[in-house]
């Protein structure tokens, strides 16, 4: 039902002025325009009715609130069994409601969730938004957003640029524009979709299953998040413990590390294997181990840059099953252009020391090709990871940079078998 500010105040006053029947008149109308009716009243009034609404009335009706506006008039319920009763059930729900805020962090839950706005009918004009406005600022030292309702639903909102630029009596309704919305129950996926960086938008409103709002989500508050997560992947990609702290036991320190370092061991071991199979060409030529380290930090270098940026697109919703093959094959891509950039110049460098301008071509080539197996595993293996259900951040830079030390050298060495020695 939409009312007119003049309906609203015609209700307000048959509610205010005819006691006897102001339930049976304040119930005559629906949750949304309840709420619109209630704020209109006095402070007297209000109280009467909150003391007369039944248990499920007030549920229905703190629910069309914000949590803001909901804590404080829960706090005017004085019986004190009704007031938990009512409590008991919107709590139930704001824990439904907190798993929405969850899907972004662990940590996150509600602190997400904004109460800096306003909720107007689009007949309000700007005379009274202004007057809102200043009490909202007075009060929280911030410029609250404007949000515009109809029937208790948010239809979209006024830039606040357009109240200083228009007459004072004109009404909202003219100058409404869209605003981005998520109902608390969305998925991740679409959460992360609202919030791509290419779709950015400056906020989100949050709304209940009745379309009422909840609260309003900043979008750089939400890639702060994302940031921090990408963060504690580092941990991971370490074998870390994102709890770890400097000045921690050095008992826990180990506790926390030495499993990774045992794997990281055995991968060793196997890179160690495959430059034993070389051993004759090494005995050989013995400059070629000078070159080894370089081939191999390169890789795991230009790996864990791949890794990096494959584990924030699969973060952020950008990289999955039906887009993964253009991703590996733009990150090989990017790994021979690398390659080749890295190649030449140590190509010349090598040729210049050593003066042996074959030496400085297999190196070159071998570097040229172990960043694109860079390029291939490190955004390979957490998309791999992912499908398996598993966390495509953890310990992944410990196989990606195994599969490049051990294929860097298998390439180095087995081309300078062929060509140097």
Known sequence: MK????????????VTYHASRRLDLFRKYDTPSQV???FSLSPHVQQTILESLSIKELVAFVDQLDLDEAGKVLARIKNEKKRKSVAGRLKQELKEKSEFFLQFSPKAEFSLLNFNYILLSPNATITEVSNLIDSHYKETGKTPEVLVQEKGICIGEVPT?????????????????????????ASLQEIKKVFNTKNQKKKVVVTDTDGSVIGIIYVDDVLKLFKNGAAEALYDFAGVSD??????????????????????????????????????????FVLLAMYMPIVAGMGGNAASQTLAVTVRGITMGEVSLMNVRQAIWKEVKAGFLNGFIVGVVVAFVSSYLNHSPLLGLVVGIALLLNLVVAGLFGALVPVIMKSFGKDPATSAIIFVTTATDVLGFLIFLGLASIFVV
């Open 36 to 38: 619109e009716i209630f």
């Open 3 to 14: 009312n007119s500010k003049q309906e609203i105040q015609k209700i307000s006053h048959d």
């Open 243 to 284: 709890t770890e702290r400097v000045f921690d036991p050095v008992i826990s320190k180990v506790d926390h590390r030495y499993k990774w370092l045992l794997i990281n061991l055995g991968t060793g071991f196997l890179a160690a294997w495959v430059v034993s199979l070389f051993e004759n060409t090494l005995n050989e």
């Open 161 to 185: 640029g357009t109240l200083v630029r228009e007459r004072n009596t004109a009404k909202l309704k003219k100058y409404i524009t869209p605003v981005v919305s998520l109902h608390y129950k």
